[in-house]
């Protein structure tokens, strides 16, 4: 028995250098490297299309007879928009011009005369620069400048609706607006709009019913896509 735990004993004694070598020649692993974060860019030229809805409130006052009345111009709008954008950072600034046709229609009894005053506007247009946020590929942006209305007025018989004079007018004015925009691809993205067109006044001739003082806001709601001809998104760790 004596001989026997001897012999166990030197065996292991021998083979521990052994097995220490075998631990200390495994090999090491090096950890995977950190994984690459895309980071989308806006900076580029971009065209895309827009509709969505909105209403003009015209407000008709005879010029030196008093006023005639308010009414709301309601309805659809589509069109399309080309601009331009340039990143720092999350920064983004942009300039861009829209064009859109509209069918906004609405009317009202004139206070004055036994008439009905319709206001339809029949196109728009937009002139604005952008500065903006974005985070990634979300950007929340404002907008300001020049807008554009071209208007068809029109008086009918308030008993028959008869015809009874009309005119038409394209006024300038500002436009301020806010919008948030998602890139849904490299190239490509979506966003909703808001803007309100500061439109003020336009004195226009209707013969016989003489000229009137027309006060003319309008708001906006567009759904926006978009194709940027820029670079792709970039990435970085």
Do not use: C
């Amino acid at each position: 028995m004596n001989k026997l735990l001897l012999t166990t004993t030197a065996l292991v004694v021998l083979a521990s250098p052994a097995l220490a070598a075998d631990l200390a020649a495994r090999p090491y692993t090096k950890a995977p490297p950190a994984m690459m974060a895309a980071i989308y860019d806006w900076s580029g030229f971009y065209i895309g299309v827009n509709g969505g809805g909105g209403w003009s409130h015209n407000t008709w006052d005879l010029v030196g007879g008093g006023r005639e009345g308010s009414h709301d111009s309601t309805g659809g709008t589509v069109g399309g928009q080309v601009g331009y954008r340039w990143q720092t950072g999350p920064v983004v600034f942009g300039v861009e011009a829209q064009g859109n046709w509209a069918d906004f229609s609405g009317d009202n009894l004139s206070a004055v005369f036994a008439t009905r005053n319709r206001t339809k506007t029949d196109a728009f247009g937009l002139f604005t620069g952008q500065i903006g946020y974005a985070w990634n590929n979300v950007l929340l942006y404002a907008k300001g400048g020049a807008a554009l209305t071209s208007n068809t007025y029109t008086i009918t018989n308030a008993v028959n609706g008869a015809f009874l004079a009309s005119n038409t007018d394209t006024r300038w004015g500002g436009v301020v607006g806010a919008g948030l925009e998602y890139g849904f691809a490299p190239n490509w993205s979506l966003g909703v709009e808001y803007d309100h067109l500061f439109m003020d006044r336009h004195t226009v001739s209707f013969g016989a019913f003489g000229p009137d003082s027309i006060k003319q806001d309008v708001d906006l709601f567009t759904a926006r896509l978009n194709y940027r001809f820029g670079g792709p998104t970039i990435s970085k760790y």
